[in-house]
T-cell receptor, first 113, second 115 residues
């Protein structure tokens, strides 16, 4: 079955440490997204990519970085510059951003040790 | 600027009763609207969308939504609620501003169905 796989499901970060969240899709979608979800605040867009080797900052990109070297992969790095990284991170993709829904992975919950 | 609002943080309904989860939007052109559902510790699942055409849109799990242009609303409805419908529901609108690739999500409404 096609879908989006996020790993790990739970991740713990020490102070000053960078961590990378994995997102892989086998849906052959060009567009991919990273969102952060905090309680009561809905989803906020961190970064998105419309095509391989191209990505744009979303609304809350500070303290995060991404790469898009392959169509199926869009990893997110949470750097030490992100002072409040504890959140639920969701990856999504879509076949056509103009009129098709986004498909989501099951998320990674990041906590600070 | 495009925006979407879900005015209720929580909606409580008895099983078997009809349910409505409210959503209003603000866009400069024709709206592309979506509803998603999220179960605990899971990603969002697509329920239905409105692009154009019939104002009543039918989706997954017996849900439907009514597009009302004059009231700029897109309320989610179901004739008879199930306990298993208890979840977090998000309304979303395609961002027609800086990039059509982006979607703006509402803050979510927690639906609780009591047996």
């Amino acid at each position: 079955d096609g879908g989006i796989t996020q790993s790990p499901k739970y991740l713990f970060r020490k102070e000053g440490q960078n961590v990378t969240l994995s997102c892989e899709q086998n849906l052959n979608h060009d567009a991919m997204y990273w969102y952060r979800q905090d309680p009561g605040q809905g989803l906020r867009l961190i970064y998105y990519s419309q095509i391989v080797n191209d990505f744009q900052k979303g609304d809350i990109a500070e303290g995060y970085s991404v790469s898009r070297e392959k169509k199926e992969s869009f990893p997110l790095t949470v750097t030490s510059a992100q002072k409040n990284p504890t959140a639920f991170y969701l990856c999504a993709s879509t076949l056509d951003p103009s009129n098709q829904p986004q498909h989501f992975g099951d998320g990674t919950r990041l906590s600070i040790l | 600027a495009q925006s979407v609002a879900q005015p209720e943080d929580q909606v409580n309904v008895a099983e078997g009763n009809p349910l409505t989860v409210k959503c209003t939007y603000s866009v400069s052109g024709n709206p592309y609207l979506f509803w998603y559902v999220q179960y605990p510790n899971r990603g969002l699942q697509f329920l239905l969308k409105y692009i154009t055409g019939d104002n009543l849109v039918k989706g997954s799990y017996g849900f439907e939504a009514e597009f009302n242009k004059s009231q700029t609303s897109f309320h989610l409805k179901k004739p008879s609620a199930l306990v298993s419908d208890s979840a977090l529901y998000f309304c979303a609108v395609r961002d027609l501003g800086s990039s059509a690739s982006k979607i703006i999500f509402g803050s979510g409404t927690r639906l609780s169905i009591r047996p």
